[in-house]
C-alpha cells in the first residue's frame, strides 16, 4: 500500500530558486492538503483541495502555488524561494473532509533554503 | 480563531505504565473535532484516535483513549501499558467539525518510553 507519496525526500535550494514538491495519492482520496512544520511548531496548512481542478488557500498560502489537474496528483511549486520557506514540507490525502475523519500524511520534504 | 494548547513539552514514562498527554482547546465554534498524531522520528504523521464535539463517550482506539472535558476544553490522549515503539512526538489538533478543511495543531508534546 502506497498510501500518500511525496518526493523529493530532502532539498537545498538557493534563494530564488523555484521548485516543485510533489504528491500523489492512490487511495482515490477526494481531499488533499499541503502542511508546513516549522522546528519545534505545528503543522500549519498551506493549501487545500477538494477534487480535480478545485484549490483554496489555507492558513498559510504567500509564496506557494498549487495546482490538481487529477484525482491522485497534487503539486505544490515554490516560486523565488525565501529562507522563511525553510521547513518539513507535508502532503495529506482524506476520503472526506479533514474535519470528519483521519487524513493520511506523507512521509514529507525536509527543504532548506540557503 | 481556533487554538491548540499543549503544554508538556517533554515527558517521560516507564514501559508498562501509563501516561497523559494534555491538551486544551479554545474555539468559539458549537460543532468541531479533535484529533490525536503521532510523529516518530522517521517523520511521517499517523493517525491515532478521534473525538466529535458532540460524542457522549469518550473515544478509545486499543490503547489509546481520548479523556474529553468539553467544560473543561480539554482532549487529554492517555496511552495505557507505554511501549517503546510509542516513543515520539504526539500532535493534538483541532478541526471546526464536520465539512471543515483545516486541521490547526499544537505545538505537540515529545514522549520518552524508558526500559
Known amino acids: 500500500n502506497a498510501g500518500v507519496t511525496q518526493t523529493p525526500k530532502f532539498r537545498i535550494l538557493k534563494i530564488g530558486q523555484s521548485m516543485t514538491l510533489q504528491c500523489a495519492q492512490d487511495m482515490n482520496h477526494n481531499y488533499m492538503y499541503w502542511y508546513r512544520q516549522d522546528p519545534g511548531m505545528g503543522l500549519k496548512l498551506i493549501y487545500y483541495?477538494?477534487?480535480?481542478?478545485?484549490?483554496d488557500k489555507g492558513e498559510v498560502p504567500n509564496g506557494y502555488n498549487v495546482s490538481r489537474s487529477t484525482t491522485e496528483d497534487f503539486p505544490l511549486r515554490l516560486e523565488l524561494a525565501a529562507p522563511s520557506q525553510t521547513s518539513v514540507y507535508f502532503c495529506?490525502?482524506?476520503?472526506?473532509?479533514?474535519?470528519?475523519?483521519?487524513?493520511?500524511f506523507g512521509q514529507g520534504t525536509r527543504l532548506t533554503v540557503v | 480563531a481556533q487554538k491548540i494548547t499543549q503544554t508538556q513539552p517533554g515527558m517521560f514514562v516507564q514501559e508498562k505504565e501509563a501516561v497523559t498527554l494534555d491538551c486544551t482547546y479554545d474555539t468559539s465554534d458549537p460543532s468541531y473535532g479533535l484529533f490525536w498524531y503521532k510523529q516518530p522520528s522517521s517523520g511521517e504523521m499517523i493517525f491515532l484516535i478521534y473525538?466529535?464535539?458532540?460524542?457522549?463517550q469518550n473515544a478509545t482506539e486499543g490503547r489509546y483513549s481520548l479523556n474529553f472535558q468539553k467544560a473543561r476544553k480539554s482532549a487529554n490522549l492517555v496511552i495505557s501499558a507505554s511501549q517503546l515503539g510509542d516513543s515520539a512526538m504526539y500532535f493534538c489538533?483541532?478541526?471546526?467539525?464536520?465539512?471543515?478543511?483545516?486541521?490547526?495543531f499544537g505545538k505537540g508534546t515529545k514522549l520518552s518510553v524508558i526500559p
Open positions: 489538533a483541532m478541526t471546526r467539525g464536520a465539512g471543515s478543511y483545516q486541521l490547526t
Open positions: 473525538q466529535g464535539s458532540y460524542d457522549q
Open positions: 483541495s477538494v477534487g480535480a481542478g478545485i484549490t
Open positions: 495529506a490525502s482524506s476520503y472526506i473532509s479533514a474535519g470528519d475523519t483521519e487524513a493520511f
